[in-house]
Nanobody, 123 residues
């Protein structure tokens, strides 16, 4: 059974950093582009970042560009999201997902999802 498991969430003060990890099991996702999305209470799930399978191309939402970095280690079947200079508006549940087809920026393009990890940033 394919599974994506996120970890690394928590509570930090504004300006702090967190590193999220997403580890896959049951299937090798090394040939999949991978993405991170987030969803705040009362809001729709939104794109955060994506990386293609060879790590040659990365994509970011404008709101996180310059602060967040996505990377992957295919040998470990793991994708990371390094989040620096965190802001209260970054507070959300963060999900990793494996891309299947279509735009990297749309949630419908992703076929496998983790259960999410909570990130809370206090001012």
């Amino acid at each position: 059974q394919e599974q994506l498991v996120e970890s690394g969430g928590g509570s930090v003060q504004a300006g702090g950093s967190l590193r999220l990890s997403c580890t896959a099991s049951g299937r090798t996702f090394s040939r999949y582009a991978m993405g991170w999305f987030r969803q705040a209470p009362g809001k729709e799930r939104e794109f955060v970042a994506a990386i293609n399978w060879m790590s040659r191309d990365t994509y970011y939402a404008d709101s996180v560009k310059g602060r967040f970095t996505i990377s992957r280690d295919n040998a470990k079947n793991t994708v990371y999201l390094q989040m620096n200079s965190l802001k209260p508006e970054d507070t959300a549940v963060y999900y990793c997902a494996a891309h299947e087809r279509g735009s990297y920026f749309e949630a419908v393009s992703y076929g496998y999802w983790g259960q999410g990890t909570q990130v809370t940033v206090s001012s």
